[in-house]
């Protein structure tokens, strides 16, 4: 009867008895020990490193003595020679166990390693991919037991790692046979293997690959396209870049794009082959910017609002635009990114989908959810995703809502005079002098203000273009903490304001923001039709949040997160001097960044996450604006700056608002009263 010992493995704090000689990988593989391979055991990839820990432990009850373990062999001492190994550190695969011992699995080694992020917020990231790289040895062909080589490669598969009925796309067989000889029946597969399905064999390279396979993590916005080119060994960004969604083109919201499908047969299928062009330079540009091949690229998570979720499908969005709002399906999607356009990646590449909420709540809220986790915590969290159309979702641990609400590309840039994309050269900050009136503003790509020394030289190579969103949040904020702009949002006059830098425009006024025309610069303003814009779209976020706060039964909340590519650069304080949340405690008032992104990443990243949104959106209770009678009074009073009755306890501390009031009949008798 073989002698046993006692095995240790941490930080799992997994133990068991092995029999003496077992090797290492396959202790831990017996004991479900979280412990990487990608060769399958034969001394190449070095994913398995292992730290053995020697002495006395008592916590353990057990003694690690340095015989423990075999001694190195010839193929440790190779892979030192080539490309080293940290003192004290072994392969698993080849250090058999000897006697009693505590072992460490560093975070590299581990399959399903946590990877911290930083973004607005530390996060813990877990490995856990759909598609990995998988190291095989397959049998020569014979003539006298003919089978065919994908065949002998499936059964490599399952005989070294336990993978069945692995299928292949016809673009990857065709590259088959001449890969395997080039490799000398030594290959590196790239298999998707979800969990949903059969696994699939995506790529196929000779010998063994160290390079990692890449994914796409892609949200697709009504006004904006965001990507991000991930690892799929470790889950670090690559690169990230960004588009304006060519469907701008058929309209600019949800509403508009919808009734373009409605008026113009065949408008869907333009709309869908617009969009997927975008993401396939989307894909190029990614993998250009890292220096890597597109055909990298093996995976793509993609998520979206319901009306872009169905143009990428190629489903007419026409059931979107009317009640009761019916989706052609809720449910994940997993399916070839060919069949989305998406052929500038690797041919057989898939992509996953996130669930969708309802009709008008997509799967770039469920990806928000999945970032933010509201359930999890035990305050209220609102978690409002700023974009064209907003997202918002409302819960805690007994409780998630969500909801939609159509606030229009206003903050976007969009429909502003002088609105622009958040491009070098657009004023994204702005302060206002309240005794002096006079503005100051930083434009993106300088970290300077503009009344500071070397302004003109730092911006010379871009000068100020226009206003992007987060720049006229700011700028009408401003103008209302300043005394310049009276609660119902009208622009005083110069007499009024006590600035020449108020200018009439027709019937109304305009605030000068800044005079470039001696450089031949534009002439940058805040006009009423801009200040009308905002408070159209805020009214319509403030209703949709004040909306789930009534069906929770509350008032008040706990904390506010900011999410979106956006929203990470909106000013806490700005948002609550104009009312685009519900009041609460200025340190409760958070950014995520681009949570719907993270979602995405982490989507890609693990089929836990996956599986966990799923899940999660089965339990989300959806409330539907559209057909809220309350939304409209919600509306109404929100259009005030901040609000025309909602108390503001939390943002009267920080800020005291003047109180003007500069209605023209009311401050003007002689002028005519318009009907």
Same mark, same amino acid.
């Given at each position: ?72 062999? /010839? ?70 037991? +003919? ?7 499936? #059964? ?14 016809? #673009? ?30 995506? @790529? ?40 304006? $969604? ?58 979206? $609002? ?65 970032? #933010? ?45 002088? @609105? ?35 302004? /003109? ?93 009534? #069906? ?26 104009? @009312?685009?949340? +519900? ?10 960044? $681009?949570?719907?992104?993270? @979602? /995405? ?6 089929? /836990? ?37 909602? +108390? ?14 500069? $209605? ?12």
């Amino acid at each position: 009867m073989s002698k046993t010992v006692q095995v240790i493995f941490t930080p799992s704090g997994k133990r068991g008895a092995v029999a003496a000689g077992t090797t290492v990988l396959a202790a831990a593989r017996a004991l479900g020990v979280d412990l990487d391979s990608v060769c399958g055991g034969r001394g190449i990839c070095s994913k398995c490193q292992i730290s053995p820990a020697f002495g006395s432990f008592a916590k353990h009850g057990l003694t690690s003595s340095p015989d423990a373990l075999s001694m190195r062999n /010839a193929v440790e001492d190779r892979y030192d020679n080539l490309r080293g190994l940290a003192p004290g550190r072994r392969l698993g695969c080849q250090a058999q166990i000897l006697g009693d011992v505590v072992l460490d699995v560093p975070p590299e080694s581990q399959l399903h390693r946590q990877v911290i992020r930083k973004s607005a917020t530390e996060r813990v990231m877990v490995m856990d991919p759909a598609t990995r790289l998988y190291y095989l040895e397959v049998t020569e062909p014979d003539m006298h037991a +003919p089978s065919g080589d994908f065949e002998r490669l499936a #059964e490599a598969l399952e005989s070294q790692w336990k993978i069945s009925g692995l299928r292949a796309d016809l #673009e990857v067989l065709r590259e088959l046979q001449p890969v395997l000889r080039k490799g000398g029946w030594k290959v590196t597969a790239a298999v998707n293997s979800d969990g949903t399905g059969p696994a699939r064999l995506i @790529g196929l390279w000779p010998g063994y690959r160290e390079a990692p396979l890449l994914g796409l993590a892609i949200d697709l916005g009504s006004t904006t396209i965001a990507g991000h080119l991930v690892a799929l060994d470790d889950g670090r960004v690559l690169a990230s870049s960004g588009l304006m $969604n060519p469907q701008i083109r058929f309209g600019e919201d949800l509403m508009s794009r919808v009734s373009y499908a409605m008026m113009n047969p065949g408008g869907d299928v333009e709309m869908t082959a617009a969009v997927r062009a975008a993401l396939g330079a989307l894909a190029e540009t990614l993998a250009t910017e890292a220096g890597l091949p597109a055909t990298d690229i093996v995976e793509a998570v993609i998520v979206g $609002n319901p009306v872009m979720h169905h143009l990428l499908l190629g489903i007419d969005p026409v059931e979107l635009g009317q009640a009761p709002f019916a989706l052609a399906s809720s449910e994940a999607q997993n399916l070839a990114a060919s069949a989305l356009g998406l052929t500038t990646i690797a041919p057989a590449a898939r992509a996953y989908i996130l669930p969708l909420i309802a009709g008008h709540v997509g799967a770039d809220c469920a990806a928000v959810a999945l970032s #933010e986790a509201p359930e999890a915590r035990d305050e209220l969290s609102l978690i409002v995703d700023v974009g064209t159309n907003a997202e918002i979702l409302l819960g805690n641990s007994s409780r998630v809502l969500a909801c939609s609400s159509p606030t229009g590309p206003a903050f976007e840039g969009a429909q502003i005079s002088a @609105g622009q994309r958040a491009a070098p050269g657009a004023i994204e900050r702005v302060e206002i002098d309240p005794a002096t009136r006079k503005p100051r503003f930083k434009v993106v790509g300088c970290d300077l203000w503009s009344d500071d020394p070397g302004f /003109a030289e730092a911006t010379a190579g871009t000068g100020v273009t226009g206003i992007c969103g987060s720049g006229i949040i700011e700028a009408v904020a401003e103008m209302r903490m300043a005394g310049l702009l009276d609660a119902s949002g009208l622009i005083g006059s110069a007499e009024q304001t006590g600035t020449a830098r108020s200018e009439p425009t027709g019937r109304t006024h305009s605030y000068l923001v800044y005079d470039g025309r001696a450089s031949g610069g534009p002439r940058i303003c805040v006009t009423q039709g801009d200040i009308r814009a905002i408070q159209l779209a805020k009214s319509a976020l403030y209703a949709g949040a004040r909306l789930l706060m009534d #069906e929770m039964g509350v008032d008040r909340v706990d904390r506010v997160v900011l999410a979106g590519a956006f929203g990470a650069h909106i000013s806490p304080k700005h948002a609550l001097v104009l @009312g685009m949340v +519900p009041d609460a405690p200025l340190a409760q008032i958070t950014s995520a960044g $681009n949570a719907a992104g993270t @979602g /995405a990443r982490m989507a890609l990243c693990s089929l /836990a996450a996956r599986r966990a949104i799923e899940e999660q959106v089965r339990r989300i209770t959806k409330v539907e604006t559209a057909i809220e009678p309350r939304f409209q009074e919600h509306f109404v009073a929100a259009n005030a700056i901040p609000h025309a009755t909602a +108390p503001y306890p939390e943002l009267a501390k920080i800020v005291t608002l003047p109180n003007p009031s500069f $209605n023209s009949a009311a401050s003007d008798p002689n002028r005519r009263r318009r009907r």
